[in-house]
C-alpha cells in the first residue's frame, strides 16, 4: 500500500509520501535510544507537565485534526471530533496517576522477614524504546492510549502508522514536539510494512505494540519471539451482543445500531453478531431492522452523517465477498446488500446490512466484517445463546443485555472474551484495561495494567 492520503468519501488521492530510507530510519533510531538515556530518568511531574501541555494542544487542534481523520479514513466529522476529545482525556489521566499506578510495592512484612530482607520493594523501570505499528481505524486513539502510558512510564515511542492516515501520524510527531519534549521521544516511522521487521529485529528497539490484523499480528509476534521482545496484540474481534428475554428492549435495539455502525462498522470492538433468545427474537429484530434502515448515509464531513464510507476499496470489496458467500449458503437480508448500494455517491460507501439464518459453515460466521454489516442468531436458551456466543476464533468483548442476575453471573462466568459488558455497548475508557484472548491478541492497554505492560518490574531485595 502507497503512504498517501487518499479520500474515501471520492477516492481522491491528495498526497503521497516517500518511504524514509535505511539512513533516516538509523539516524532517528540512534536518536531514540540517545533520548531514552536521559529521559527515563526525568520525574513524573516533569513528564506529566509534558502531557497535560500536549492534551491542551490538542483540545487546541481538535476540528482541525478531526477533518484530517475524516479525510484519511472516513469516520464521521463528529466521531472524529469525539475520538480527539477522548484522547486528550486520557492523556490528562495518565498524567494525574502514572505516578501512583507505578508507585513502588512493598510485599508483606512476614514475607520480607522470612527471605532474610531488612526490606523488598518491586520497582517498575521503563524498558526503553518501544515500536507501535497502528491501524488506520482509529488514527488518534490508538495511538494515544499506547503513547500517553508509554511516555509517563519513561519510555519513548516510535510510531510506525498505517500508510493511509499519514497526515495523522505526522501530526502526532508535531505535537509532543510542540508540547515540549525532547527530540526523540516520540517520532514517526513514515515507512511500509515491508520495513517493520528489521526495526523489530534492531537491538535498539526494546518491545512493540501492535493494533490490526491477525496475520499483521502473527509476523509481529513471530519475529519478536524469536528475539525474545516483549509484545501487546490487540487484534480482530467479532464481538456477541446477546439480548435475553429480561431485557429493555427498545434500549437494547438503539445501542444495538450504535454499537455495530460506530466508525462505519469498522471497530474491534463494534458488536458484530447478534445473539437474541427465541422468545424475543421477532420483536428485537424488527427494532432493531428498522432503525439500521433509518441511518443517515453520507459525507462524513456532514454532522448529520451516521455512516460514511468505508476506508478503502479493497476494504468494501471484502465485505461484499463475506454477505455474497452467506447468501449463496442460505443467509436472508433483511436490509441492506451491497446490491442496494447508492449510486450518487462516489466513494467506499456499504449501507447499513442486517443478515440473517446465519450457519457455522459461512465465512462470515468465523470472520470478522469491518464494516456495517450485522448478523442475526436465534438461540432456544441461555446455554446455546453461550455457545453461539464463543463459537468464534476471536474473544475481544462481549455485550449481555439482561436484567436477571443469575444470567448476568453466568455469562461473565462463561463467556470466552476479554471485557463483559452488561446492558450497555462496549467502550474503551482509561482506567479499565482493555484486551483480548484467543486470536484477539494478548495483553492488556490502558488502566494500571496496561502501563505496567512495557516496564520492567525489577525486585529491589536488601539485606540488613
Same mark, same amino acid.
Given at each position: ?8 468519501? #471520492? ?68 466521531? @472524529? ?19 501512583? =499506578? ?5 510485599? !508483606? ?26 491501524? $488506520? #481505524?482509529?488514527?488518534?486513539?490508538? &495511538? ?14 516510535? =510510531?510506525?502508522? @498505517? ?5 495523522? !501520524? ?5 505535537? +509532543? ?29 526494546? @518491545?512493540?505494540t501492535l493494533t490490526g490484523s491477525e496475520p499483521a499480528g502473527r509476523a509481529v509476534a513471530a519475529t519478536c ?16 451482543? /446477546? ?15 450504535? !454499537?455495530?455502525?460506530?466508525? #462505519? ?5 463494534? @458488536?458484530?453478531?447478534f445473539i437474541v433468545h427465541t422468545d424475543v427474537y421477532d420483536a428485537f429484530a424488527q427494532r432493531f431492522v ?16 451516521? /455512516? *460514511? ?38 466513494? $467506499? ?20 466484517? +469491518?464494516?456495517? /454489516? !450485522?448478523? =442475526? ?44 459488558? &452488561? ?11 482493555? *484486551? ?19 516496564? #520492567? ?8
Amino acid at each position: 500500500m502507497p503512504i498517501a492520503t487518499v479520500n474515501p468519501a #471520492n477516492g481522491e488521492t491528495l498526497k503521497t509520501y516517500e518511504a524514509m530510507g535505511e539512513e533516516e530510519i538509523e539516524r532517528r533510531l540512534q536518536l531514540a535510544e540517545a533520548t531514552f538515556r536521559t529521559y527515563r530518568t526525568t520525574s513524573f511531574a516533569d513528564r506529566a507537565r509534558l502531557l497535560i501541555r500536549a492534551a491542551d494542544l490538542l483540545d487546541a487542534d481538535a476540528e482541525d485534526v478531526a477533518r484530517v481523520m475524516t479525510t484519511e479514513m472516513g469516520k464521521p466529522i463528529k466521531q @472524529a471530533r469525539a475520538e480527539a476529545a477522548k484522547c486528550a482525556k486520557a492523556m490528562r489521566w495518565y498524567a494525574e496517576r502514572a505516578e501512583g =499506578l507505578l508507585a513502588d510495592e512493598e510485599p !508483606a512484612d512476614s514475607d520480607v522477614k522470612d527471605s532474610g530482607a531488612s526490606r523488598v520493594r518491586v520497582r517498575y523501570r521503563p524498558l526503553g524504546p518501544v515500536l507501535a505499528v497502528m491501524p $488506520w #481505524n482509529f488514527p488518534l486513539w490508538q &495511538v494515544i492510549r499506547f503513547a500517553a502510558p508509554a511516555l509517563m512510564a519513561g519510555n519513548v515511542g516510535l =510510531l510506525k502508522h @498505517a500508510s493511509n492516515v499519514p497526515q495523522t !501520524a505526522l501530526y502526532l510527531e508535531d505535537l +509532543f514536539h510542540r508540547a515540549g519534549y525532547p527530540e526523540g521521544c516520540f517520532q514517526t516511522l513514515l515507512i511500509g510494512a515491508g520495513q517493520v521487521d528489521d526495526i523489530l529485529r534492531d537491538e535498539r528497539v526494546k @518491545a512493540a505494540t501492535l493494533t490490526g490484523s491477525e496475520p499483521a499480528g502473527r509476523a509481529v509476534a513471530a519475529t519478536c519471539g524469536e528475539m525474545i521482545k516483549k509484545t501487546v496484540l490487540e487484534l480482530g474481534g467479532s464481538d456477541p451482543y /446477546v439480548v435475553m428475554p429480561s431485557a429493555d428492549l427498545d434500549r437494547a435495539a438503539q445501542i444495538a445500531v450504535t !454499537a455495530r455502525v460506530q466508525n #462505519n462498522g469498522q471497530s474491534c470492538i463494534a @458488536a458484530k453478531r447478534f445473539i437474541v433468545h427465541t422468545d424475543v427474537y421477532d420483536a428485537f429484530a424488527q427494532r432493531f431492522v428498522d432503525r439500521m434502515k433509518a441511518l443517515v448515509v453520507g459525507d462524513p464531513m456532514r454532522d448529520e452523517t451516521e /455512516v *460514511g464510507p468505508l476506508s478503502s476499496e479493497q476494504g468494501r470489496t471484502d465485505l461484499e465477498e463475506l454477505v455474497d458467500d452467506a447468501k449463496r449458503s442460505g443467509a436472508t437480508v433483511l436490509c441492506g446488500g451491497h446490491e442496494l448500494r447508492r449510486p450518487e455517491l462516489p466513494g $467506499w460507501y456499504y449501507p447499513p446490512t442486517v443478515l440473517a439464518d446465519i450457519t457455522r459453515e459461512m465465512r462470515i460466521h468465523r470472520e470478522e466484517a +469491518f464494516g456495517p /454489516v !450485522a448478523t =442475526l442468531y436465534r438461540a432456544a436458551d441461555l446455554d446455546e445463546a453461550v455457545l453461539i456466543a464463543n463459537d468464534s476464533p476471536f474473544g475481544l468483548s462481549s455485550n449481555v443485555w439482561t436484567r436477571d442476575e443469575a444470567e448476568v453471573d453466568r455469562f461473565v462466568r462463561d463467556l470466552e472474551a476479554g471485557s463483559v459488558y &452488561v446492558n450497555g455497548m462496549t467502550a474503551s475508557h482509561p482506567a479499565f484495561p482493555f *484486551g483480548g484472548v484467543k486470536r484477539s491478541g494478548y495483553g492488556r492497554e490502558l488502566s494500571g495494567h496496561g502501563i505496567r505492560e512495557f516496564c #520492567n518490574i525489577t525486585t529491589v531485595w536488601q539485606g540488613a
